[in-house]
C-alpha cells in the first residue's frame, strides 16, 4: 500500500509559477513509476507529465510542454511539479498517482495508488 498526498496548489496569476509535491509514503517509492494528472469542472481527467522510477524518462502533455517539469527526489519520497509560466486554461485539480511499474504511463487506469488532488487557480 502506498499513500500519496499532495500540496503546493493555490490561485496565481496568469505568468506565475507553482511548485506541486507529492510525498509518498508505504512501500519503497523508488520502485513506483509516477505521473501528475489534472481534472478541470466539466473535462475529464488527463495526464500533465510522468517519470520512470529510474528518472531517466519523463513525458508532458503538448499543453504543458516547455513550461513544467516533472522530477522526484527517492530519498524523500517526493515527486514534484514545477509550473511556470502558466495560463488560465492550467486551472484544474491536480492529483499524482503512483504506479508499481518501472515505466510510468499517459493512462490514468494504469495507476494504483491517487491523492486527494490540490487545487490550482490561475487568473487572468
Known amino acids: 500500500q502506498v499513500q500519496v498526498v499532495e500540496s503546493g496548489g493555490g490561485l496565481v496569476q496568469a505568468g506565475g509559477s507553482l511548485r506541486l509535491s507529492c510525498a509518498a509514503s508505504?512501500?519503497?517509492?523508488?520502485?513506483?513509476?509516477m505521473a501528475w494528472f489534472r481534472q478541470a469542472p466539466g473535462k475529464e481527467r488527463e495526464v500533465v507529465a510522468h517519470i520512470n522510477w529510474s528518472r531517466d524518462s519523463t513525458y508532458y502533455a503538448d499543453s504543458v510542454k516547455g513550461r513544467f517539469t516533472i522530477s522526484r527526489d527517492n530519498a524523500k519520497n517526493t515527486v514534484y511539479l514545477q509550473m511556470n509560466s502558466l495560463k488560465p486554461d492550467d486551472t484544474a485539480v491536480y492529483y499524482c498517482a503512483a504506479r508499481r511499474h518501472y515505466s510510468a504511463s499517459y493512462n490514468s487506469y494504469e495507476y494504483d495508488y491517487w491523492g486527494q488532488g490540490t487545487q490550482v487557480t490561475v487568473s487572468s
Open positions: 508505504g512501500r519503497t517509492f523508488s520502485n513506483y513509476a
